[in-house]
């Protein structure tokens, strides 16, 4: 196991406020200007796995050219790991951006499906810390309790016979991992990156908004209402696919959003009661 270098929390100033989204908590410490510290809000071991393969996924990445905060070191601190990244100091989300200026949505979900162009023609191939997304997703079909009998075996068919593309994927796309300073855009929160077809990342981004965009909590944190949400993935879908045929790369979103759902049931720990309901509604998505 390494011995990562232990640092006195003392030092540094939280700056994650309540309804903030991702999976840590950012810090800073004047005496380090230009770093942002990022911890796991996991437990001890588990916030060990999750930091090691965050640090060096977003490394791998950043090294293959994609604009993302650069990763500087793996470090302890009270009782949990954290990563070091060049801090962004200025920066500030597409979420945000358009909830605070509505008007702005469509300008900001044109530049987004430009950039998620770039990023899905991107060659990831080669890398330990970028996983096969179709290999990840039949893990998650195979093992799911979701769903079962002929509408499982149906999918894992369906995961089978998928190609097993070499570009790259963000693993969680959506408005609110894509942040902007000073007109740099960086993506961020990469910890579920891998390569693959592109509509994985797609179907996740429409889950988000046609889903989980329905519930409040949601609202808070991606700064818009559901209507607004829901614009803003029309006007993406739009740019990112072109007019024509928009029925139907909504409709292939729709069943990839069925397989998000899948792969977030298989990442958490769901109760009986969430396993049911969102099995009913993976069910739906995936038709």
């Not at 030092?11 to 942002?36: F, H, M, R």
């Not at 393969?53 to 905060?69: M, R």
């Amino acid at each position: 196991m390494n011995d990562y270098k232990t640092i006195d929390k003392q030092q540094w100033t939280c700056l994650t406020k309540e309804g903030d989204a991702g999976s840590g908590i950012i810090y800073i410490n004047p005496e380090e200007p230009g770093v942002i510290l990022k911890t796991s809000r996991l437990a001890q071991e588990a916030s060990r796995e999750n930091v090691v393969k965050e640090f060096y996924t977003a490394k791998a990445i950043y090294d293959l050219g994609v604009s993302t905060p650069k990763v500087l070191e793996i470090v302890k601190i009270d009782q949990q790991y954290g990563i070091k990244f060049k801090y962004i100091k200025n920066k500030v989300s597409y979420a945000r951006l358009a909830g605070d200026n509505p008007d702005s949505i469509d300008s900001l979900a044109t530049r987004m499906a430009e950039l998620g162009h770039e990023l899905h023609t991107t060659k990831a191939l080669g890398s330990e810390w970028i996983p096969s997304m179709k290999e990840w997703m039949l893990q998650a079909v195979t093992s799911t309790l979701m769903i079962d009998g002929k509408e499982k075996e149906q999918l894992i068919d369906f995961v089978e016979g998928l190609e097993d593309a070499p570009t790259l994927l963000h693993g969680k796309f959506t408005f609110s991992n894509l942040i902007v300073e000073d007109g740099t855009h960086y993506w961020i929160d990469l910890d579920r990156a891998a390569h693959g077809l592109p509509m994985f990342d797609l179907g996740h981004f429409y889950l988000y908004c046609h889903f989980f965009g329905k519930q409040e909590r949601v609202h808070k944190i991606a700064h818009m209402s559901e209507e607004q949400i829901l614009k803003f993935w029309d006007r993406f879908a739009f740019h990112y696919n072109g007019p024509d045929g928009l029925d139907e790369f909504n409709a292939l979103c729709k069943r990839y959003a069925g397989l998000a759902l899948i792969m977030i049931g298989y990442l958490q720990v769901l109760t009986d009661l969430q396993r049911e309901y969102l099995g009913k509604m993976a069910a739906y998505l995936l038709q």
